[in-house]
């Protein structure tokens, strides 16, 4: 259930109640692809950093370990020891970007782990089926994720057979919400707008899925080689077609200038993998721009990442004894780094929430955009 408490223009501030806890938005969720954030971030650091919603992958934990293990151990919740929400990306992503020899067909997908080079074959009622066995809060719905580039026609037969897919996931995830069994019987469901950079299709699109009722619906295939203002003027043709009542989810992005931009779109959810792997590289973030610690001139820095910031690795160390760790290839180099990113954007989702409450969206993004270079 989504409650939409105010609006800044057309940033939107919401209420997403669920089953295992209540999403305040915008929201950043923190990727943990394969039941984890990669730099040793536990699930008890995420609530310290801020963390609402963690982000797993069903495609990489279907290949390992297993979803009919996670069932067997009680789920997902359970199995990574985390009792707020979580959503599972569909694996729709990963079966296109990751698997070199794939059949795309209207049942579904053929194609090789990653892996081991298993055989494997994801459908709308596999992905869900998956999905459910991990019974995450948050299910995404099994799409087709052309190319980009891609020619009109295969771009609109392609989103043709991700609106087909829909239909089927949406039925498939009822189905099994009714059985006895299931571990989560109120798991949502979020579609996928697509449709590349052609405006026209995904407001077709945006429009036909409109009418089925879903839980929330994300926008996906931006963010994979487009500029910057081709994204934003995409999201400027496409979230007016969608539900103002219900989440709006831009898959994948991005930079902080990119959520500000997305925020003041429409946008309510986020996720992606910046903060922990620009984090891993010496790359951390704060409120006057990207630092990169590696850099010689921080060997001597005794201030913390930023000043102020309240992080758990900014209260105790330095720039110049995380720089050290992270030339050494220490795992507390990457671990300090992570945390502070993290903390950096589920910090700067508060931030926006504040504003957006205040009724100064505009103002506060203006200023945030000066202060960052990222």
Not at 161 to 181: F, Q, Y
Not at 277 to 285: A, D, S, T, V
Request: charged share 25%; with cysteine; net charge negative.
């Amino acid at each position: 259930m989504y409650k939409l408490l105010k609006t800044d223009g057309l940033a939107k501030r919401g209420e997403f109640t669920t089953v295992h806890g209540t999403i305040q938005s915008p929201v950043f969720m923190n990727v943990g692809t394969v039941a984890a954030i990669k730099g040793a971030v536990s699930t008890e650091d995420l609530k310290t950093l801020g963390c609402q919603v963690q982000l797993s992958n069903t495609y990489h934990l279907h290949v390992r370990p297993g979803d009919d293990v996670i069932r067997q151990l009680g789920g997902l919740h359970e199995f990574m020891v985390w009792d707020r929400p979580i959503l599972t990306d569909s694996g729709g992503f990963q079966v296109f970007s990751l698997a070199k020899l794939r059949r795309i067909k209207e049942e579904g997908v053929h194609f090789s782990s990653h892996i081991d080079g298993k055989k494997i074959f994801m459908g709308p009622e596999e992905s869900m089926q998956i999905q459910s066995n991990l019974a995450s809060t948050i299910a995404m719905a099994f799409d087709e994720c052309p190319p980009h580039p891609a020619t009109r026609d295969y771009m609109q037969d392609s989103v043709d057979r991700t609106t087909r897919w829909l239909e089927r996931c949406k039925d498939e995830l009822d189905r099994l919400n009714g059985l006895e069994d299931t571990i989560n019987q109120k798991q949502m469901l979020f579609g996928i707008n697509q449709g590349g950079t052609y405006k026209d299709i995904r407001i077709e699109h945006a429009k036909t899925i409109s009418k089925m009722d879903l839980d929330g619906y994300a926008i996906g295939g931006l963010a994979v080689g487009e500029s910057h203002s081709d994204m934003y003027d995409t999201l400027d043709a496409v979230v007016p077609h969608l539900p103002q009542n219900k989440p709006t989810y831009l898959m994948g992005v991005g930079t902080p200038s990119n959520l500000l931009e997305a925020v003041d779109r429409g946008v309510d959810f986020f996720d992606c993998v910046y903060p922990s792997r620009n984090g891993r590289h010496g790359h951390l973030y704060t409120h006057t721009g990207k630092l990169n610690l590696l850099n010689a001139k921080f060997q001597l820095d005794s201030r913390p990442i930023e000043e102020g910031c309240t992080c758990p690795t900014c209260t105790h160390y330095s720039r110049a004894y995380i720089r050290h760790l992270l030339k050494a290839k220490e795992m507390l180099g990457l671990r300090l780094a992570v945390m502070h990113n993290l903390h950096f954007y589920n910090k700067l989702m508060e931030e926006i929430r504040v504003a957006i409450d205040a009724g100064r969206y505009k103002d506060f993004k203006g200023e945030m955009l000066e202060s960052m270079k990222d």
